[in-house]
């Protein structure tokens, strides 16, 4: 299947020794991040939810596999699938948003993801001039979906998360922040889509001529996550912002294990280099 040879291609880019994203729907507990977030998402792939009285906000669903997972960690955590209001995007591909049909259908929620992404979770079908085109699947046509606008907040009861459009590894790409409190402590926090430069076998990333500004794409966004506020990260892909080495100590730190104020910049350092290596192996 395509799916797995989207996986071979990124896997070609996953960090040495990060053992958790050898299985995308590997199994993982649901865990606290910081204050009225969570993790619900596999050991492979990133989800996140934020939970108020007003409802629940969750970020990304994983692949369709992953769409019964999620929904039994909101169970877990003493939460209704059935109060999520909005599930938020990070990009098109079927290894995040693969999952999102279910999870929407199960809770009613509405989606919402940047207005390239929003067609292809509206219509299923992959972005032709994506640089990983050929390794991608259709994935089932998600109901009840909105584009957001660069910046644009979006509000639930005591919720209030940004979205920031941050193209380059797909046209479609977003990354959301908010902020948390915990034991009279306020911190923001980055849900952080992928800055990979990626591509299928035999395309060029730099010079796609699908999607000809991927790489001036890709160097803006990622401008734009180093200079988040960014006191907790969570990355698309959970092992590029360090998130296993941050939740082993969370036995003896608590939850403040999870605070890197350097997170966003040490995540763009490594996507700058693995980005320049790509442009090297293209030239």
């Known amino acids: 299947m395509k799916t797995h040879r989207l996986a071979a291609v990124l896997g070609a880019v996953l960090l040495a020794g990060a053992a958790h994203g050898a299985d995308w729907n590997g199994p993982q507990e649901p865990f606290a991040l910081y204050g009225n977030t969570y993790y619900v998402g596999t ?87 994506d640089p990983q085109y050929k390794n991608l699947d259709p994935m089932t046509p998600v109901a009840k979906t909105r584009a957001v606008r660069d910046g644009e907040v979006i509000k639930l009861g005591a919720i209030a998360v940004t979205a920031h ?48 500004a991927a790489r001036t794409d890709l160097e803006r966004s990622m401008v734009t996550v180093a200079g988040f506020k960014c006191d907790v990260l969570v990355s698309a892909h959970p092992e590029f912002s360090g998130l296993w080495e941050r939740k082993a100590k969370q036995a003896s730190m608590g939850n403040a294990a999870f605070i890197d104020p350097d997170a966003c910049r040490k995540y763009v350092a490594a996507a700058r280099e693995r980005l320049a290596k790509k442009i090297a192996d293209e030239s």
């Open 43 to 129: 050991a492979g792939i990133s989800a996140v939810l934020i939970t108020s009285k007003a409802g629940h906000i969750l970020i990304d669903g994983a692949t369709p596999e992953a769409a019964q997972p999620i929904a039994r960690h909101i169970r877990q955590l003493g939460l209704r699938v059935e109060d999520v209001r909005y599930i938020l995007s990070s990009h098109e591909h079927g290894d995040h948003a693969g999952g999102i049909a279910a999870l929407q259908k199960m809770s009613g929620a509405t989606v919402l993801a940047s207005p390239a992404a929003e067609k292809v979770l509206r219509t299923g079908l992959p972005d032709k001039g």
């Open 165 to 212: 459009l941050t193209p380059g590894h797909t046209r479609g790409g977003a990354s959301w922040t908010w902020r948390a409190m915990e034991n009279g402590k306020t911190v923001d926090i980055v849900y952080a889509d992928s800055l990979n430069a990626v591509s299928s076998d035999g395309v060029s990333f730099s010079r796609n001529p699908g999607y000809p």
